[in-house]
């Protein structure tokens, strides 16, 4: 049984965290860290680090604000002997999660950097399907409605936040997670609203190693139906993964779908690695990104306002 605090009871927290938590036996949720919210029956803390203070009796946290505080209360959980999941992303900075990959190591602790899209019911199948196709091409199109699924998150357009790039994230750990060879960013273009700190919409384009095209399309202003589909072409024909990875298409045949998994894979996911004193840490979709800030064009667009 793990002994488990959320910290940062804001909507992830609420719609994935508290049910995964709560339908897994190898957990008990002991208290709540967040400034503002609260749960009945369960213990509250204004601050991980009164938490901490306290001396409860917990052994592990799950990081649940926005990734520009993670660090802080990651090395603060760390330092105080406790086992550490994050949320994606896994920091603001790659270095900084360096930085905790190295300290939960020293102190024999397990630290989890999660990307819950990588859990989606297709991810698997496609990842084992591709593994002996030869691929022709690769193209991601992420495209969704902020103000539906974000309403009222300012952090969004703070340095850290990412923007586009925080749905987009979610697409580049699928495709590091299914495509056989290491790819790297060759031309990107930021749209960034006059009033933000980071982008709005992008466009990508990422060569492999042997020289495949992989074009992504990330846009937060999408309407209407949402688009979250990553299409990779091969010498066996088309395989789509739609849905956010929870569907998957052979050739526009549905192979794959299923009930939402992916938080209770990730629960599970973390007992064993707790259980077996290791860390899971992968910064690949987080570098993407980094090198898209570092290399992308930057265009200035109409303000964002709710
Ligand atoms: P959120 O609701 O805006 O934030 C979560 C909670 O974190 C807030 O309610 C707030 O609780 C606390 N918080 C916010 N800023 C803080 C700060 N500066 N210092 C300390 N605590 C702070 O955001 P969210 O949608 O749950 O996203 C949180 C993380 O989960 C992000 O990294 C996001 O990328 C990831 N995520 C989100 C989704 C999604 O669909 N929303 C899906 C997957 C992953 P208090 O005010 O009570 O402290």
Known sequence: MIRIAIVGLGKIARDQHLP???????????????????????????????????????????LCAPA?????????????????????????????????????????????ATWHSRYAQGVQPAREWLEAKRIQAVRIEWKEDVRVWHPGQAWIWEPGGMGVFDPGINALSIVTAILPRPFFL????????????????????????????????????????????IHVDTDAGRLTLSKGGSELYLDGQLTHQGPDREYAGLYARFAELVAQNRSDVDVAPLRHVADAFLYGRRETVAEFHE
């Not at 803390?45 to 009796?57: I, Q, W």
């Not at 002997?81 to 905790?100: F, I, N, Q, R, Y």
């Open 68 to 112: 520009a505080v993670r660090y802080e209360q990651a090395r603060e959980a760390l330092a105080a002997g406790k086992h550490v999941m994050l949320e994606k992303p896994p920091g603001a900075t790659l270095s900084e999660v360096d930085a905790l990959a190295r300290q939960a190591e020293a102190a024999g602790l397990s630290l989890f």
């Open 186 to 229: 060759k031309e990107a273009t930021l749209q960034v609203p006059g009033n933000c700190q980071t982008p709005v919409a992008a466009q990508l384009a990422f060569v492999d190693s042997a020289g495949v095209p992989i074009a992504a399309d990330f846009d937060f202003l999408q309407t209407g139906p949402q688009t979250w589909d």
């Open 20 to 62: 995964a938590l709560a339908a897994n036996p190898d957990y008990e949720l002991v208290a709540v860290a967040s400034r503002n919210a609260q749960l009945d029956d369960v213990a509250h803390y204004p601050s991980l680090s009164a938490l901490l203070e306290d001396g409860s009796a917990i052994d592990a946290v799950s």
